[in-house]
């Protein structure tokens, strides 16, 4: 495995080197809220789901819930990080209608988690290593709406104190692929962790991407913040026009202002921020009404021993002892309903079929009909029967696509569905030798053709499996071709 | 029927329980009290109707013999407590007609124990003051005035309303609030008993918080038995207080008698400041003797870091009141004063909201945590702080309690120090560093001053041993004698 | 300003004079030796009780909407914020 090399972008002055580092703010997967009974289901009445705590009515006082002190040191030790056995929350002080507190409880100098690291895989052999500087809890605001009024925006607190895992990443990554290949990262390991559902389009999963340009080599330019990206595509977008937009300033002349912005979909550009709080002096002090977090040792070690294989681990077993390309590896393992589902198949059978099979023909119909593997139309079982009827030849691997398609609309097993389709696979010498004979005897000119053209015999194959309603080996038919034709 | 507003706390729990007068009786005597009491304004907001309706249904309680251990007592509270269905105040413009949906521990546990809410007593707003004239609704004036004087005086702060309330027999006792000396000193002005417990003694749940390492509930009294019969029902372990400690509450009544035999009492060096009135410097040394006479040692000890308390008090108390204050927005209660834009909202609500004291308060709060200066003055003042503590603790290893006076000088005129914030700081000196080392502390009325007004003393404890402080506190007080109660001059 | 409180002209003069007068004498601190002594975080010499991830409140919206200025479907409103 090799570090990728920076890749650089062209501009009008030569080369520039990407920096980009991300905050991602992940919704701790919770029932209730970090300091607060409520509960945190998605899409509820507004302000169905706020206590008087969330609501910062007068004399109210936060306190802290266990779960999610216990998801914030899963996902640390998910990400090979230091988990700090005291940590302080700290108030984060400003003032915007969606903050009903008029600041923040969130953790400053001493976060539950420390330095860790993950990996990507960017293309096959190529890694990119990106360190992790910190995860720490902090609650989320409100949410404002303002389009429902001309002169008014309108607050919905239903969201204000959900638990929130804050990652840092340092700033190691250097392209837009790279940017986007960490999300994607991160939101496999909070998924086998179970700590977050990495719902970027609900919302539990959110990224602050921080952008600078510079000349390799020379000196850190001036980063800008893009807040807010709540999709995969959006990552790769805002990064591309971002690094145009620094680039072509500075080579006309201009310096990047350190500023907030935001990334507009519609447009594929962002665009600044009026910022939340002109000064940024955040005024963080330890919060009062909390007292330090203290973590003992068998706490964290009771979440170690009950992680799952996580996806490098599984990803490296997957090569080992299936056989399996690393592409493919870590196709699989980029999900854990798909290893489970995978592992099943292959049990048994040749592994790489049942990868082949599973990264494609399954991945592509569950994409098409947008579900999940786990609501999956064809069970596993169902998959590792085709894949066992192809490989007692019963049927071609041509055949097999057909019967697939038939399996996801009806659910049906495999071998039923060849049974009353008669797709059965003609492997009988006798049978394929009359049709070859039949397509040879009505095509003289082609016969002819091919003396010339030894390429045409590809023409014959098709024919053949035209009249046999493609179920004839292929293999056989070749066979018996090239002795008929004299190839 | 006035006769029954004489009554304190253990006389009325007597009287009740003999059958000699019922609750209802006893509120009606307490409600044609205070609506003679006008010019005191000690009260904001008087609930005649739920009152009478509390009072009713504990005289059905005890009747089936459900009598708890304030079962039928009229008290007042301070607007500091959130109480549900009753308009809250901090005695702020801000909260106007703010009306909680919600009770506050603290008063939870006096109606669970059988008590009847007369009224939420004024207060300095926020609780943010030493003399009850930073109020939106009006200054409290001290029942005590200077002999054939009219002007009007302070009954002291925050809990000013608390304080004037029981001084002038308003009420068998009331709640208060001692963030930095608002319990003690005021009770002190007034000749009567307050107590600050232990921080986390009581629970901070639905109280108004103003500085949240410091804010601690207590009672309000004529004697120190009935402090620890209400602090008795007050106290207690609260799971939706993450500060609130969990330990059982001790039968502090019981504690009472134990004397001070055998017990060490110090007295700081460090208290004896500059300037020292010496009305006070005797007083302190009348207590001294009169503990000796008891039974008790002395010693002097040294609380090295004692000047530094008030300032420590003034970084710290400002900072934490200007972050716990940013809620007071306009957008979910109380007040709200249109802008253009949100910006302009909060400025102009806060702005007309928000009277002179808590906006310096504010300010200083804000600036002492910002950029720059975080260091050198919050972190700076945290880390004495813990020096101040540690006084305290070394302190403790060789006495029992520490006396003190409570407060620099008796009550003053009300305008008097208003124009030097300063000047009113100062009223903190010995009741601050108590509360930064969340100790429990007690004024006990023991004396006048040369002019013939209440001047108290000080008895500060270890953590959570309310029960010595108040065996020394009872004591003192019946060494002292003190039986002073003023003429009642609002009444013409 | 960071506290969000509008200040008259007229006032700030005063206040300034005030404010300055306040941090002058605080400013006394800095005679202290504090060299090694941690920052106190909280009087209360414990750590961080803990509560159970159950659903134990919420679903009182109006008690929530009850006191405020300007509540409208629901929601809490306030002059438009511009992003």
């Given at each position: 495995m090799a570090e990728a090399e920076s890749k650089l972008v062209e501009g009008a002055t030569g080369p520039w080197e990407v920096i980009i580092g991300i905050e991602c703010h992940a919704q701790v997967a919770s029932k209730s809220k970090l300091f607060s009974g409520a509960a945190t289901e998605f899409g509820a009445e507004p302000n169905s789901q706020v206590s008087f705590v969330d609501a910062a009515m007068p004399g109210m006082l936060p306190v802290l819930n266990a779960y999610c002190v216990e998801m914030a040191v899963r996902t640390g030790l998910g990400l090979n990080a230091k988990i700090n056995k005291r940590s302080v929350f700290a108030r984060k002080n400003?003032?915007?209608?969606?903050?009903?507190?008029?600041?923040?409880?969130?953790?400053?100098?001493?976060?539950?988690?420390?330095?860790?690291?993950?990996?990507?895989?960017?293309a096959e052999g190529i890694t990119r290593t990106v360190g992790i500087e910190r995860l720490h809890l902090e609650q989320d605001a409100g949410k404002s709406l303002h389009d429902q009024d001309p002169g008014l925006s309108f607050v919905d607190l239903n969201r204000s104190g959900v638990a929130l895992m804050e990652i840092v990443s340092k700033p190691d990554m250097r392209s837009a692929e790279e940017a986007q290949a960490f999300l994607k990262k991160l939101r496999t390991i909070v998924r086998y962790l179970g700590t977050c559902d990495g719902n970027m389009e609900e919302g539990s999963m959110r990224g602050d991407i921080n952008v600078s340009v510079r000349k390799p080599g020379g000196p850190l330019g001036t980063r800008c913040e893009i807040k807010n990206v709540n999709s995969f595509r959006f990552v790769g977008q805002a990064v591309e026009y971002e690094v145009g937009r620094q680039i072509d300033l500075i080579e006309d002349g201009g310096e990047v202002k350190q500023e907030t912005r935001l990334f507009d979909a519609r447009s594929g550009e962002t665009r600044s921020m009026r910022s939340k709080e002109e000064a940024h002096d955040y005024r963080y002090f330890p919060d009062p009404d909390l007292l330090p977090l203290e973590l003992a040792d068998d706490f964290i070690e009771t979440i170690r021993a009950s992680l799952p294989e996580l996806p490098d681990a599984k990803k490296a077993r997957f090569v080992e002892q299936w056989g399996l390309k690393p592409y493919d590896a870590g196709v699989l393992a980029g999900d854990k309903a798909s290893c489970y589902y995978f592992e099943k198949v292959a049990e048994g059978r040749d592994a790489r079929i049942a990868a082949n099979w599973v990264t494609?023909?399954?991945?592509?119909?569950?994409?098409?009909?947008?579900?999940?593997?786990?609501?999956?139309?064809?069970?596993?079982?169902?998959?590792?029967?085709?894949?066992?009827?192809?490989?007692?030849?019963?049927?071609?691997?041509?055949?097999?696509?057909?019967?697939?398609?038939?399996?996801?609309?009806?659910?049906?097993?495999?071998?039923?569905?060849?049974?009353?389709?008669?797709?059965?696979?003609?492997?009988?010498?006798?049978?394929?030798?009359?049709?070859?004979?039949?397509?040879?005897?009505?095509?003289?000119?082609?016969?002819?053709?091919?003396?010339?053209?030894?390429?045409?015999?590809?023409?014959?194959?098709?024919?053949?499996?035209?009249?046999?309603?493609?179920?004839?080996?292929?293999?056989?038919?070749?066979?018996?071709?090239?002795?008929?034709?004299?190839? | 029927?006035?006769?029954?507003?004489?009554?304190?706390?253990?006389?009325?729990?007597?009287?009740?329980?003999?059958?000699?007068?019922?609750?209802?009786?006893?509120?009606?005597?307490?409600?044609?009290?205070?609506?003679?009491?006008?010019?005191?304004?000690?009260?904001?907001?008087?609930?005649?109707?739920?009152?009478?309706?509390?009072?009713?249904?504990?005289?059905?309680?005890?009747?089936?013999?459900?009598?708890?251990?304030?079962?039928?007592?009229?008290?007042?509270?301070?607007?500091?407590?959130?109480?549900?269905?009753?308009?809250?105040t901090a005695a702020s413009h801000i909260l106007d007609g703010f009306t909680p949906a919600y009770e506050s521990t603290v008063t939870r546990n006096l109606w669970d124990a059988g008590a009847v809410l007369l009224g939420k007593t004024n207060m300095d707003e926020f609780a943010m003051g030493s003399s009850n004239e930073t109020s939106y609704y009006g200054p409290v004036r001290n029942p005590w005035r200077l002999e054939g004087d009219d002007n009007a005086l302070v009954p002291g702060g925050s809990s000013g309303g608390s304080a004037a309330a029981v001084a002038a027999n308003l009420c068998a006792g009331a709640t208060g609030t001692d963030t930095g000396g608002s319990i003690r000193q005021p009770a002190a002005l007034t000749g009567i008993v307050g107590m600050k417990p232990t921080y986390g003694r009581c629970s901070r749940w639905g109280t108004i918080a103003f500085a949240s390492s410091l804010d601690q509930a207590g009672p309000m009294t004529r004697t120190v038995r009935d402090a620890a019969i209400m602090l008795g029902a007050m106290a207690g372990h609260d799971a939706k207080d993450s500060t609130s400690i969990n330990t059982p509450v001790p039968d502090y009544e019981a504690a009472l008698e134990g004397g001070v035999k055998g017990l060490t009492i110090g007295v700081p060096e460090e208290y004896r400041v500059d300037g020292m009135p010496k009305e006070i410097e005797d007083l302190w040394q009348r207590g001294v003797d009169l503990l000796v006479e008891q039974g008790a040692k002395v010693k002097t000890v040294s609380l090295k870091r004692t000047k530094y308390a008030l300032p420590t008090?003034?970084?710290?108390?400002?900072?934490?009141?200007?972050?716990?204050?940013?809620?007071?927005?306009?957008?979910?209660?109380?007040?709200?004063?249109?802008?253009?834009?949100?910006?302009?909202?909060?400025?102009?609500?806060?702005?007309?909201?928000?009277?002179?004291?808590?906006?310096?308060?504010?300010?200083?709060?804000?600036?002492?945590?910002?950029?720059?200066?975080?260091?050198?003055?919050?972190?700076?003042?945290?880390?004495?702080?813990?020096?101040?503590?540690?006084?305290?603790?070394?302190?403790?290893?060789?006495?029992?309690?520490?006396?003190?006076?409570?407060?620099?000088?008796?009550?003053?005129?009300?305008?008097?120090?208003?124009?030097?914030?300063?000047?009113?700081?100062?009223?903190?000196?010995?009741?601050?560093?108590?509360?930064?080392?969340?100790?429990?502390?007690?004024?006990?009325?023991?004396?006048?001053?040369?002019?013939?007004?209440?001047?108290?003393?000080?008895?500060?404890?270890?953590?959570?041993?309310?029960?010595?402080?108040?065996?020394?506190?009872?004591?003192?007080?019946?060494?002292?004698?003190?039986?002073?109660?003023?003429?009642?001059?609002?009444?013409? | 300003m960071l506290a969000r409180i509008a200040i008259k002209d007229d006032e700030v003069p005063p206040l300034v004079g005030e404010l300055n007068q306040i941090l002058d004498w605080v400013a006394q601190l800095e005679e202290v030796d504090t060299d090694g002594v941690m920052p106190m975080t909280s009087v209360v010499d414990a750590s961080a009780p803990l509560r159970a991830d159950d659903v134990s409140d919420g679903g009182k919206r109006d008690d929530v909407l009850r006191n405020a200025p300007d509540a409208r479907e629901g929601h809490f409103t306030v002059p438009k914020v511009v992003e």
């Open positions: 400003y003032f915007y209608p969606d903050l009903p507190q008029g600041y923040q409880i969130s953790q400053f100098d001493l976060p539950i988690v420390g330095e860790g690291e993950v990996v990507l895989d960017m494609g023909e399954l991945f592509g119909a569950l994409n098409k009909l947008n579900v999940e593997i786990t609501e999956s139309p064809v069970s596993a079982d169902h998959l590792g029967e085709l894949v066992d009827l192809i490989s007692d030849n019963t049927i071609s691997g041509r055949i097999a696509k057909d019967v697939f398609e038939i399996m996801v609309e009806t659910g049906d097993a495999p071998g039923k569905i060849v049974e009353e389709k008669g797709l059965k696979q003609v492997t009988d010498t006798g049978a394929i030798e009359a049709l070859v004979d039949e397509v040879i005897a009505q095509n003289p000119d082609k016969v002819e053709e091919l003396k010339e053209k030894p390429k045409m015999a590809s023409w014959f194959v098709g024919q053949v499996m035209k009249a046999s309603q493609g179920k004839a080996n292929p293999a056989a038919v070749n066979e018996i071709l090239a002795k008929k034709l004299g190839l | 029927m006035s006769d029954l507003t004489q009554l304190d706390i253990a006389g009325a729990r007597d009287a009740l329980g003999k059958g000699d007068c019922s609750a209802e009786e006893l509120t009606n005597a307490y409600l044609d009290a205070i609506h003679e009491a006008d010019p005191l304004n000690a009260f904001i907001t008087v609930l005649p109707g739920k009152a009478v309706e509390m009072a009713k249904e504990s005289d059905a309680r005890r009747k089936n013999g459900e009598a708890g251990p304030l079962e039928g007592m009229p008290l007042g509270i301070k607007d500091l407590f959130c109480t549900e269905g009753v308009k809250t008090y003034y970084i710290v108390a400002p900072a934490e009141a200007s972050s716990n204050l940013a809620r007071y927005d306009g957008v979910r209660y109380g007040l709200r004063v249109p802008g253009d834009d949100i910006t302009s909202m909060y400025e102009n609500t806060r702005a007309a909201g928000f009277g002179a004291e808590v906006k310096r308060r504010i300010l200083i709060g804000t600036y002492v945590l910002s950029a720059g200066y975080y260091d050198a003055y919050y972190l700076k003042a945290q880390k004495i702080r813990t020096l101040i503590a540690q006084d305290f603790k070394d302190a403790f290893e060789d006495v029992d309690l520490i006396l003190t006076p409570t407060a620099p000088e008796p009550a003053f005129g009300i305008g008097a120090k208003t124009d030097d914030p300063l000047s009113m700081y100062l009223n903190d000196v010995f009741t601050v560093p108590a509360s930064l080392a969340g100790l429990p502390g007690i004024s006990v009325p023991a004396g006048v001053s040369d002019k013939g007004l209440p001047l108290g003393l000080q008895l500060i404890g270890r953590a959570f041993d309310e029960e010595t402080v108040l065996r020394g506190a009872y004591a003192l007080e019946r060494a002292a004698g003190f039986t002073g109660k003023p003429d009642a001059w609002w009444r013409s | -």
